[in-house]
Structure formats: C-alpha cells, structure tokens
C-alpha cells in the first residue's frame, strides 16, 4: 500500500472516530469503575474517617456557626406572654389565630397560627418561614399574593399547628425607613447580627408551638422558600427541637459566589455586618453553609433548588455540596433522613416542589400508618 493510502486510511479512521455516532457507527465503550467526584466541599470531611471524629468535628463547627450569628450578643429570653387579636374560622377545617408574643423585652413578633379543628391527640407543628415579601405572614396564610406560599393554609388542611411569623422587618414590623431595612436593628444592636436575630425569633416560635395542648412537643418542622428557605437551615442547626426540615431555593453559600458581598451589604437588608471588612479583603467566614446544614444531621432535612436559579454554575455547585451533607448523614447512620431535589423551574415553589415538602414532613412528623401503602382490601 502506498504511503498515500496509508495516510488517507488513517484520517477516515479519525474522522470515523469523531463523527463515528453522527454517521451512524457506534463508539466503542469499554466498562470502568465509577471515578471518584472531588470537590471544594470535600473540606466538610476532610479528615474524619470515624464517627467520633465527626462528633468532634462537628462541636467545632457548631462553635464557628453561632460566633457567625454572633449568638451571645442576643438579649435575654423574656415571659412569651401570646397574645390573640383575631380569630377566623376557615372553611370550617381549621382556626386561623392573628397572635402576638414577646421576642425582646420591649418588643412583639406577630404572626398567624392556624390549629386543625378535627384533631385526634396531639399534632405535629410547623414553623412556616416566608420569603422578602412586605406583607409576609398574609402570603403564608393564602390571604395575599402567590397562594403557591400559603404553606399555613395547606400544612393545617393536612392536620399541622401552624405558626408563620413575620420576618423581624416585614408585616406588622416595618420599619419607618421600609420593608426589610435593617439600620434600626443594628443601632439597637451593633454587635448582633440580623441572621442571629431572625433565627432566635425564630427560635421562639418553636417556643409558641409547644406551650399549646393541641401540640406534640417532640414533632416540631419547619421549612420555607427563599429567605425562609435559609432562614429553615439556620434555625434547624440552631435548634434541636426542629425533628424534620426543608429549604426551598434557599440563600447561597459563601465560596464560589461572585455576590458573595451580599451577606454584607453596606446597605438595605444586611445579613451579618461584621464580616463585611473580612469580604472587601477577600476573606470567607470560617464556616459556609454546607457545615452549617451538617449540623442539622442526624434530622431530618430535604434541599430543593433549582439549577437555573440564577448563575447556573453556582446552582451546579449546590449539587456538589448535598453530596458531600449525604456523607454526613451516612456517618450519622441516617441516610434516609436527607435527600435533595433539584430542577429547572428557577426560583420557585410549584407544585412538584410542594408535594415533596409536604410529603417529608408527612414522613418525619406523622405516624408510619399516616404514610404506609397499602394493600387492595386491607
């Protein structure tokens, strides 16, 4: 064969290589073992190889995380002191409550509280965290905007206690300046942080839940979309009372976020203001979120979001860092109490994201018959 033929044989070899699927020749594949996937996230256990090691691993972190939230620069816990200042009948399925209570000495959160009205014992309860919306609870309850986000009204129609409070600066405590300004908070507090604000009302809320009859204390949830969505996973690693949890679409974490600054705005909502001066410089916190949801393990926790919400890179990211929280759970021995769902709906809570949420909690919260299949006529 000629030296011509040799090397035309070999360019249709490569050109049959490359295009060998479009021109209908099937690629030969050969079996592999799976790759390991390496990540930035792979810092959460990095190290720890036995259980015990985790559980020291994880007072560190835990350690990180309230200095983050700044948690010993909350005041005192005053007398709840609850407060009703409405009482409506819905459809006759549940009691919707417009209550008030104390979150601070010389202040009152205000929030809705629905009770099922044909309960048999005790029932769980449920934290409703709302989104940056001004009227925050009333969209909670179904009575304004997206009825998508009125968890109070669908969580209380599946048997939930309900109470959605508003968020510090929204609803019945909008500050003069505006919905969702902060400056007031931080003149009060210049050393606290509004994450650690949000989270110890929140916090109290639980409180609310289980000082009521209808409620059993030891089947409390809570979940939410957005700012509720992190608002969720900052109260459950706080808060151990919280058995099951969900985060819709929640706040980005810190490394691999271009608005990384918007943890630290010099302006509007300011989430936490001391690491401002440490992010101008190009300095992360020594914590990011996927330590602070391991916190949460061994309890239940479910992740929806959705890889078009925003910067897809970013949201690809978020994938990444479940896996790494499933390894957490593995450790903990409860792998079947974190899952994570991710789609291409952006920033939303359809109905697919909805049935998921509440079916966890269905799951994590009510008895095993209230979720056990069955047979035909049994």
Request: charged residues 25%.
């Amino acid at each position: 064969m000629s030296v011509q033929s040799v090397v035309l044989w070999t360019l249709m070899g490569a050109v049959t290589s490359v295009f060998g699927a479009e021109a209908g020749v099937s690629p030969v594949r050969k079996p592999s073992e799976p790759p390991p996937i390496k990540s930035s996230w792979d810092d959460l256990l990095d190290g720890v190889k036995t259980p015990q090691e985790w559980r020291r691993r994880k007072e560190v972190l835990r350690k990180r995380y309230l200095e983050l939230i700044r948690d010993d620069r909350k005041p005192a816990k005053p007398p709840l002191d609850v407060k009703t200042h409405e009482t409506v009948t819905v459809d006759g399925v549940y009691v919707r409550k417009l209550i008030s209570y104390n979150v601070e000495a010389d202040e009152r959160a205000h929030a809705y509280l629905a009770v099922p009205l044909k309960l048999e014992g005790r029932a769980p309860g449920i934290v409703a965290l709302h989104g940056t919306y001004k009227q925050g609870k009333e969209r909670a309850a179904g009575l304004v905007d997206d009825p998508n986000k009125a968890y109070l009204d669908h969580l209380a129609r599946r048997g939930y206690v309900v109470i959605a409070p508003d968020h510090f600066v929204a609803g019945h405590r909008i500050p003069p300046e505006g919905p969702y300004e902060t400056g007031r908070f931080y003149k009060k507090h210049p050393e606290w942080t509004a994450v650690g604000k949000f989270t110890y009302e929140h916090s109290i809320a639980v409180d609310v839940l289980q000082s009521l009859e209808q409620v059993d204390a030891d089947r409390i949830g809570a979940l939410g979309h957005s700012l509720g969505g992190h608002g969720t996973y900052f109260l459950a690693a706080y808060d151990e009372r919280i058995r099951a949890s969900a985060c819709n679409c929640g706040g980005s974490f810190f490394r691999h976020n271009p608005q990384v600054d918007a943890w630290s705005r010099d302006h509007w909502y300011v989430y936490l203001k001391h690491i401002r001066p440490g992010l101008l410089r190009g300095e992360l916190p020594p914590i990011d979120v996927h330590e602070i949801i391991a916190l949460i393990a061994p309890r239940a926790f479910l992740e929806l979001s959705g890889l078009n919400d925003g910067d897809p890179a970013k949201q690809r990211q978020r994938v990444l860092m479940n896996m790494k929280i499933m390894e957490v759970y593995e450790m903990e021995k409860a792998p079947q109490n974190f899952a994570f769902y991710v789609h291409g709906q952006g920033h939303s809570i359809n109905y697919e994201s909805r049935a998921l949420i509440y079916a966890w909690m269905d799951k994590h919260l009510k008895p095993p018959a209230a979720t056990q299949a069955r047979r035909v006529g049994e």
